[in-house]
Nanobody, 126 residues
């Protein structure tokens, strides 16, 4: 089993930056793809960014491309989401997710992720 804990959320103003972190415990995840999803009030959970097991491949939702950067440090069992030029539409609970062991390929699909964190709130005021 993998336990994921997100941190770094908060209340910021439009145009500000935030860095979210996801720390894994229980077993290493360095051979599994990970991703960030978000869920705004009254909306479904949506894909934000994903990174392959090695970190060599990344993919982003169009809405965050050029503003967000996903990264990972397999030695530390952590993943990060650097968010810049934040907008009020970015307000949501952000979730870290990891695929099953050995599933290293990136994916934007919720159902392909086996492990989820509890989420961290990001609120962007205008």
């Amino acid at each position: 089993q993998v336990q994921l804990v997100e941190s770094g959320g908060g209340l910021v103003q439009a145009g500000d930056s935030l860095r979210l972190s996801c720390t894994a415990s229980g077993r290493t995840f360095n051979n599994a793809a990970m991703a960030w999803f978000r869920q705004a009030p009254g909306k479904g959970r949506e894909f934000v960014a994903t990174i392959s097991g090695s970190g060599a491949v990344t993919d982003y939702a169009d809405s965050v491309k050029g503003r967000f950067t996903i990264s990972r440090d397999n030695a530390k069992n952590t993943g990060n989401l650097q968010m810049t030029s934040l907008k009020p539409d970015d307000t949501a609970v952000y979730y870290c997710a990891v695929r099953a062991p050995n599933w290293a390929a990136t994916s934007p699909f919720l159902h392909e992720y086996n492990y989820w964190g509890q989420g961290t709130q990001v609120t962007v005021s205008s």
